[in-house]
Structures are given as structure tokens and as C-alpha cells.
């Protein structure tokens, strides 16, 4: 690289006591546009990256988003509160129940509902499952999108076990709408809570051989130690959350500092780094599997026996079996759906740890069945804004590295 | 009243319009002229140090004089306390000062606003919609007045008088 740039600043020189050192070849210095995206395998072919190169480095880099846009803040303002659960699966595809637990929680704090103890619980388990199979997402495409294929295979297979595990609770893998307004669509069974026992105990020493695999790869090291540096001032003023603020050392988790659900009874410890880069980011999600394990084994140890279901007749379902054998139990399920409950006028923000980081939901109502107005925070969306920003200065290549430390799903970054 | 709005009236009498706090969510709305000053107050005080914006939104209540609302949620780190900050515009002039040198996140957040609802921010950095098309001149598509169903086009096509047999 200094060879490189001393050949460049001197043959840029026109010496002026030696024109004719003007007709010497001199390299090309201008700055090259590349468009990289929506094709590119790592864009999910719905961005694209506008980059500026001086050489192989990054002068500024501006996202172009909307590829992937449906409006699905529109549909929520056009439908009633219970039927936009299954259009927050589709925001994140890849861990649709951490949505729907978001909007739950945002439409329980605007009705003002307490859910059972048992349904926090299961909430819990189910939202910290959803976190282990997003981050052994992230990081299986993260190693691949670098080069490393053996931890994408194996974080996959593990990940199946789980998405299996959600096919037996609520018939779906990817699209789940297991969690209602008020509590959860059903409760698991003897045979789930055995499974997950199960992998609880295989799965720690599956995060070790993951880890082994990167940490003596020195081409993971070099490709994420140092790089996409954001300090923690520059990372609030973004208002980046999740792991990709704790990374740079603010120790930030809503699931501590503003409990919900059953958080509170559970000891688990927060992973902060240090150097803000994308190394940190990476071992904080992979700490964050440990701590995940942890928590659902307190939830499995502390779960007692009780409704999982509000008891609010007015806003919360009637259980699947009474819909299908009692008809006033039908008619109340038929009037929820097609004309919603009627909520108080008022505007709320509610904010969920989801793995990405903070997804929260902003909704103003005037009364009546359906939301006024509902906007998302969408932690892909708003950590995209500071891509610029980190990429600067660093090699073409790490843009790669750099979407991926975001852990970005344009469902959710475009809506 | 609550303490933060207590503490913005105070300091900006002449720019404090009204705050409520409903479900433990503060939001005080201030007029438009004094939102950059207000957020800049809110983020520098040593008491309050709002260094976190949460997120930017926006509601269009047609019926109103002053049809947008523009709100900011910020948060405080250090002291653990969110706020929502709420400024109206009339659509005659449906333009407010950007925050993007109070918050730098802003810009992207601030960008879909403009985008959704055409409100346009004074001295945002790139003024451009972000999720629509940049050709895009059908209007704001989260504004009340927005067609659901489209634009219509589909009622000037030819349709044959007889059906052919």
C-alpha cells in the first residue's frame, strides 16, 4: 500500500523545472461510481449502494432503499388491530415472532392489559428461541458473506432444530402469528417443553465449535477486527440499538432497563464491547446465544400452571377450541377480527429488544377499531442511516461486511 | 405536570404549546419556530443529556388547521427517560427545521417523513425520497387523503362493447 502510494504521488507531481514530466504515464486518480446492488448476493437483491471509490476505498456510500416497499403502515391504518399481527410477521421474515411480540405489546400498553404470569413466561421462552435462531442466521450468512461456508452449515442445521420446534407449536416455520393481543395462541406441549430441554442442553456446546471456528480463522480476524469503527456518541446520535450500540460500549438493553414480560425474574448479564467495530458486534450476538440459553432455562424452572390468556373478553380472542364448538364464542372471534374492539383515543410508543435491537411500534388512536396512525422503528431502517458513515475509508470489500454487521432484513428496513 | 415538561416550559415559555402524559409516555409539543432550539436544549442540559433519538414520525389530521404533526421520541442514556417531542405545520407551509445536527439519525428518519407525508425539513442535508421512487409524483402516501385503492387508471381502459364469440 505505501509503495503503491508513493508511485502515485510522484508521478501525480508535474515537476515544473521538468515539463516533459507532464507526458509521463500517470494513474488514473478520478473517483469511480460503482453501483453495488440489488443483484449483489449480499444486497438480498432489494438495496442497492450508491459507492464512491477512490481506489478500492470508500469515500461515501449512500443506501438506496425502497426495493422491497408494501406500505405496510397503511395496511395497518386500513385494518383492525388483531388483523395486522399476521402483516408483522412479513416485516422481519426471518424472526417473525420477535414482531409480533413487539406489536402485542405496543397494542397491550395502548389497551392497558396485563397478561397472565404463564403467558409472559412463554413469551419469554418463545422470544428468546426467535433471538438464538436470528442471531445462527446472522451468523451463518455473516461467515459466508466473508468466506467461512462450515459455519454457515452448521449454524443451519442447528437452526432447523428450532424452526421444527416452531412448526410443532404453531403449524408455521417462517410466518408464526403465535402471539395475540392479551396473551399467546396456545400453550406448549409436554412434548415441546422435552424437546427444548433437550436442545437446551446440545446447543452451548454448539456456540463453542462456532466460536472455535472463527477465532482461529485469521481471515474472519482481519476482516472484522477494526472495522466499521462507530464511537458510542457517533452510535446514540444514530440511534443505532441492539447489539450494534452495545458493540460500541453502551450498555443499552430495554429487556434490563425498562423490564417487561419476564425479564425481571431472570438473571442474565448484558455483553458490552469495547472497540465499537464489527468484531465486537459479532461477539456480543454470540455471547447474547449464551445469555439466551440462560434465561430460558430460568423461564423452564420458573413456569407455573395458569391461563395464557387475558382475561378481557372484549379485546382478547376466545380460545381456538370454543370458536369452533360454541357460536357465541365465534361470533365474539368474527366481530374482533372484521370490526376490532374499541380502543381509547390516545398515543403510545412501545420499544422491544428485538435481536436486531430496538423495535418499537408508535401508535395514535382516536378511539375505534382500527389504529390512526402506526409507524414502526425499524432497527434495519435506522442502522442503515449510519452506513455511510462507518464504510468511510475502509475497502470496497468490507462493504459486504459492514451491511451484515446490521444484521439488516430489508422486510423490516423498507416495510 | 411532569418534570421534563415542566422544565421545557420554563425555559421556553414563549414556545410551549401544551404536554400530556398518558400510559407513563411524556410528549410535550412546542411550536414549530422553537423545535430545533428545544431539541438542541434537550440534548446539551447537563440535567437532561437526550443523546439517543429513537425515532421520527408523523400523523396528518386533515380536519386541523395545523394538519401535520412531526414527533421525535428521544431517550436519555444516563438518565434512563424517554420524551416525545411534537411540533404542528399547517399544509400551507408544511416545513420545519431539520435536527440532523442535533441528532445525526435523523436524516434517514426525517427523509422517510418527507417521503410519507411530505413535510420537507429546512437545511436536512439531502432532502430526497427515500422508499418511493425519486420520480415518483403521485403524492405522500401516508397523508388521510392518499387514494387506497389507486389512482384509477384502470377505469379509462378499452373495454370491447360485445363480447367476442
Not at chain 1, 277 to 304: A, P
Not at chain 2, 23 to 52: C, I, N, Q
Not at chain 2, 130 to 146: Q, T, V, W
Amino acid at each position: 500500500m505505501a509503495q503503491f502510494e508513493d508511485q502515485r504521488t510522484t508521478v501525480y507531481k508535474v515537476d515544473p523545472e521538468h515539463p516533459e514530466s507532464e507526458s509521463l504515464p500517470t494513474l488514473r486518480t478520478e473517483e469511480l461510481l460503482l453501483n453495488m446492488g440489488p443483484q449483489h448476493p449480499s444486497t438480498h437483491g432489494v438495496l442497492k449502494v450508491i459507492l464512491e471509490l477512490e481506489g478500492e476505498r470508500l469515500v461515501k456510500s449512500t443506501p438506496v432503499m425502497g426495493f422491497l416497499h408494501r406500505g405496510v403502515e397503511k395496511l395497518a391504518e386500513e385494518g383492525t388491530y388483531h388483523q395486522f399481527i399476521p402483516h408483522t410477521d412479513r416485516l422481519d421474515y426471518v424472526c417473525a415472532m420477535y414482531n409480533n411480540f413487539a406489536y402485542c405489546r405496543a397494542v397491550e400498553k395502548l389497551m392497558n392489559i396485563t397478561v397472565p404470569e404463564r403467558a409472559e413466561y412463554l413469551r419469554t421462552i418463545v422470544a428468546e428461541i426467535q433471538r438464538i435462531i436470528g442471531h445462527q442466521f446472522w451468523l451463518g450468512t455473516q461467515a459466508l458473506d466473508i468466506g467461512a461456508m462450515t459455519v454457515f452449515f452448521y449454524c443451519f442445521r442447528d437452526r432447523e432444530i428450532l424452526l421444527d420446534w416452531f412448526d410443532e407449536l404453531c403449524g408455521a416455520r417462517l410466518t408464526t402469528s403465535w402471539y395475540r393481543i392479551g396473551g399467546v395462541e396456545r400453550d406448549f406441549t409436554p412434548s415441546l417443553f422435552a424437546k427444548l430441554k433437550q436442545f437446551l442442553d446440545y446447543f452451548p456446546p454448539k456456540i463453542d465449535e462456532y466460536v472455535i471456528f472463527l477465532e482461529k480463522n485469521r481471515i474472519w480476524l482481519a476482516r472484522t477486527k477494526g472495522v466499521a469503527v462507530i464511537s458510542a456518541e457517533d452510535a446514540l446520535s444514530f440511534g443505532l440499538s441492539g447489539p450494534t450500540l452495545r458493540g460500541s460500549g453502551v450498555d443499552y438493553d430495554l429487556r434490563k432497563y425498562e423490564p417487561y414480560s419476564a425479564y425481571p425474574k431472570c438473571e442474565f448479564s448484558v455483553p458490552v464491547g469495547k472497540n465499537g467495530d464489527t468484531y465486537d458486534r459479532y461477539w456480543i450476538r454470540v455471547q447474547e446465544l449464551y445469555e439466551s440459553v440462560k434465561i430460558i432455562r430460568q423461564c423452564l424452572e420458573q413456569i407455573q400452571d395458569g391461563p395464557i390468556m387475558a382475561d378481557v373478553p372484549s379485546v382478547t380472542l376466545p380460545p381456538k377450541e370454543r370458536v369452533f364448538t360454541n357460536l357465541e364464542s365465534m361470533i365474539q372471534q368474527f366481530k374482533l377480527f372484521s370490526q376490532g374492539f374499541n380502543a381509547p383515543p390516545g398515543e403510545i410508543y412501545c420499544g422491544t429488544e428485538a435481536h436486531k435491537g430496538e423495535l418499537g411500534f408508535y401508535i395514535v388512536s382516536t378511539g375505534g377499531g382500527k389504529p390512526y396512525r402506526l409507524k414502526i422503528r425499524a432497527p434495519s431502517f435506522i442502522h442503515m442511516g449510519a452506513f455511510d458513515h462507518m464504510s468511510k475509508g475502509y475497502m470496497i470489500a468490507d462493504a459486504v461486511t459492514i451491511f451484515g454487521t446490521y444484521d439488516i432484513v430489508m422486510g423490516e428496513c423498507d416495510r | 405536570m411532569n418534570q421534563l415538561a415542566t422544565r421545557i416550559e420554563e425555559t421556553f415559555p414563549g414556545a410551549f404549546v401544551k404536554a400530556a402524559e398518558w400510559r407513563g409516555d411524556v410528549a410535550v409539543t412546542v411550536k414549530r419556530e422553537a423545535l430545533h432550539d428545544v431539541a438542541r436544549f434537550l440534548r446539551d442540559d447537563p440535567s437532561l443529556l437526550f443523546d439517543y433519538i429513537v425515532h421520527v414520525s408523523s400523523v396528518d389530521w386533515p380536519d386541523d388547521e395545523e394538519r401535520f404533526e412531526v414527533v421525535y421520541e428521544v431517550y436519555s442514556i444516563r438518565t434512563r427517560r424517554r420524551i416525545r417531542l411534537k411540533t404542528r405545520v399547517p399544509e400551507s407551509d408544511c416545513i420545519v427545521d431539520s435536527l440532523t445536527d442535533v441528532w445525526k439519525g435523523a436524516d434517514f428518519m426525517e427523509r422517510e417523513v418527507y417521503d410519507m407525508m411530505g413535510i420537507r425539513f429546512r437545511n436536512h442535508p439531502d432532502l430526497r425520497r427515500i422508499l418511493m421512487p425519486d420520480e415518483y409524483e403521485e403524492g405522500y402516501p401516508l397523508r388521510k387523503d392518499f387514494p387506497l385503492r389507486g389512482r384509477g387508471w384502470r377505469d379509462t381502459f378499452d373495454f370491447l362493447d360485445e363480447p367476442a364469440r
